[in-house]
Structures are given as C-alpha cells and as structure tokens.
C-alpha cells in the first residue's frame, strides 16, 4: 500500500472509477471542492465513472450532484453505474413481469419500474399480496420495523426472488457520522430466514464489469490495470475493484477512518494499492 496524492496518482490513469457516498459526496451534497476537482480531471483527459450502490434515485436524479460553479452537469447520467439499474435488470430477468414488492423510497422504485415491472411498497404488501419478486432498494421512505416484520412475513410464506440493489451496511452522512444503510437490513433478513438474497451491487463484480465495459467502448485495448477505482470502503470499493483487476485507492473522506487504516487492512486481509486522504489533495 502505497500513500501518494490523489492529484498525483490521477495522472497515472486514463480511467478512473469513482464511488459516490465518501468520496465526492455526503448525505448534505458535493463535498469540499468535489466539482473543482471533478473539472480538473476532466481538462486533464481522464475518463470518469461513478460506480456507485446508491440506488436511492435514478441515474438522471443522481447526475443532478454533479455540476459545476455554472450548473451545468459535469458527469452525465450514462456515466453513473448504478446498482439499482442492475437490481431492476436481474429481476427482469428471473421474472416474467408481475408486482414487485420494495423497501425504499418512491424515487428508488423507478429502477424497478424501468426493468418493465411493477413495484409495490412492501408496507402494503402481506403473505397473500400477488408479488412475485421483492428489492431491497434503500433504506429510506419505510418504517424500519414494520419493513422488516412484512418482508420477514411474505418471504417465509412465499420465497421470492430478492435483490439486494445496496449491500453497504453503512454510509457517511457528515462530520465523521456513519448510518445504517439497506444492507444492514439485508443481512438481518437473511440470518433469520437462513438464506441468500442477490446482490447487485459492490463487491460483486456485475457492478465493475459494466462500468469496464463502457469505458472500453472510448478506449479500445483498455486493460483492467489501466483504471483506478477510488473509494471509502475496504469491503466494497477496494476489494470489488482489486478481485476486478482495477488498481485501487482509498481515501479517508468517508467511511473510513485514517487513524484504523493499518487494523482493518490486517484483520480484513483487504490492501489498496494506493492510500489517500481525500480526493482533494
């Protein structure tokens, strides 16, 4: 693991993969200098890519953050590699339409709607609702409990396939402070009905190998060392991008804090190859 600057390191790389939460942005907005930064990448050359488990709003909404001082958009919504957009996919794929049940907001519900299927919250679904599939999307817009308890209910009357659009068990929200995310709720889920939902976001790698894709239609021959994935995140940006082939950086603006580098990197196993503060140094 190798300690660099971020500016530096960023010129070693045509293409670079970004995680959204803890690294450009928080549960307030942009964080710091983040469209600066963005801008500088950008007249340097460099390809960007959010690669990101937010799957609380569509690809259009979440293109919304990314703008520079004169609003216009910095990082399009083709750009941004969503796992919500690959939840809806899988389930599209494993169902022939129907009713979805989902936890999450209005706004997370459109990945389902655009997969050509219908989505019902699950706090207006119970054991006898005709859903023939349930998403986990995000873990606002429900009553924690109630989600819960019906999700619990519907699954031990009627095992559905399930997707998992977020797995992060946290999230930075701002001046140090981490909150539960969906995949929290996710493993609770699936420790009491003793089994594995599908998961569609970071570490897995259908998350890298469509942001891969992509970027090889701008750079043909691109290989996978030739891009650098940055995130807060041992378990999902670092070790998703590492088990990839990407070289990887975390940065220490989000999850993960700087003073518990060295003790999670050796009980986790999980090295970056490079390590930064921020994007911003």
Same mark, same amino acid.
């Given at each position: 693991?190798?300690?660099?600057?971020?500016?530096?390191?960023?010129?070693?790389?045509?293409?670079?993969?970004?995680?959204?939460?803890?690294?450009?942005?928080?549960?307030?907005?942009?964080?710091?200098?983040?469209?600066?930064?963005?801008?500088?990448? $950008?007249?340097?050359? #460099?390809?960007?890519?959010?690669?990101?488990?937010?799957?609380?709003?569509? =690809?259009? %909404?979440?293109?919304?953050?990314? /703008?520079?001082?004169?609003?216009? =958009?910095?990082?399009?919504?083709?750009?941004?590699? @969503?796992? +919500?957009?690959?939840? +809806?996919? /899988? $389930?599209?794929?494993?169902?022939?339409?129907?009713? /979805?049940?989902?936890?999450?907001? =209005? %706004?997370?519900?459109?990945?389902?709607?655009?997969? +050509? &299927?219908?989505?019902?919250?699950?706090?207006?679904?119970?054991?006898? @609702?005709?859903?023939? !599939?349930?998403?986990? $999307?995000?873990?606002?817009?429900?009553?924690?409990?109630?989600?819960?308890?019906?999700?619990?209910?519907?699954?031990?009357?009627?095992?559905?396939?399930?997707?998992?659009?977020?797995?992060? &068990? +946290?999230?930075?929200?701002?001046?140090?402070?981490?909150?539960?995310?969906?995949?929290?709720?996710?493993?609770?889920?699936?420790?009491?009905?003793?089994?594995?939902?599908?998961?569609?976001? #970071?570490?897995?790698?259908?998350?890298?190998?469509?942001?891969?894709? #992509?970027?090889?239609?701008?750079?043909?021959?691109?290989?996978? @060392?030739? /891009?650098?994935?940055?995130?807060?995140?041992?378990?999902?940006?670092?070790?998703?991008?590492?088990?990839? !082939?990407? #070289?990887?950086?975390?940065?220490?603006?989000?999850?993960?804090?700087?003073?518990?580098? =060295?003790?999670?990197?050796?009980? $986790? !196993?999980?090295?970056?190859?490079?390590?930064?503060?921020?994007?911003?140094?």
């Amino acid at each position: 693991m190798q300690e660099r600057s971020f500016e530096d390191l960023a010129d070693d790389f045509p293409v670079i993969f970004l995680d959204a939460f803890g690294v450009l942005i928080d549960a307030s907005g942009l964080m710091g200098p983040s469209p600066e930064v963005i801008e500088r990448l $950008l007249t340097a050359g #460099k390809d960007l890519y959010v690669v990101t488990n937010d799957a609380s709003r569509s =690809p259009e %909404a979440l293109a919304q953050y990314y /703008v520079n001082s004169e609003g216009r =958009p910095t990082i399009a919504a083709d750009r941004i590699i @969503s796992s +919500g957009t690959l939840a +809806g996919e /899988v $389930l599209a794929e494993r169902i022939d339409g129907g009713k /979805v049940g989902y936890l999450g907001t =209005p %706004a997370s519900a459109e990945y389902i709607r655009r997969a +050509g &299927l219908e989505p019902i919250p699950i706090t207006q679904c119970d054991e006898d @609702s005709a859903i023939v !599939g349930i998403a986990l $999307l995000d873990d606002e817009g429900f009553d924690w409990r109630e989600g819960i308890n019906r999700t619990l209910a519907i699954l031990r009357h009627k095992p559905v396939p399930t997707v998992v659009a977020n797995g992060d &068990l +946290g999230y930075p929200v701002g001046n140090g402070r981490v909150e539960a995310a969906i995949g929290s709720i996710a493993q609770v889920l699936e420790g009491i009905l003793d089994t594995r939902f599908i998961r569609c976001s #970071k570490p897995d790698s259908i998350m890298f190998s469509r942001a891969f894709e #992509k970027a090889t239609q701008d750079h043909p021959g691109l290989l996978t @060392s030739d /891009v650098l994935m940055v995130g807060d995140t041992l378990q999902t940006d670092i070790r998703g991008g590492r088990d990839f !082939g990407l #070289k990887t950086a975390l940065v220490c603006s989000g999850h993960t804090q700087r003073s518990r580098v =060295p003790e999670l990197v050796q009980r $986790l !196993g999980i090295t970056p190859d490079f390590l930064c503060e921020s994007i911003f140094t």
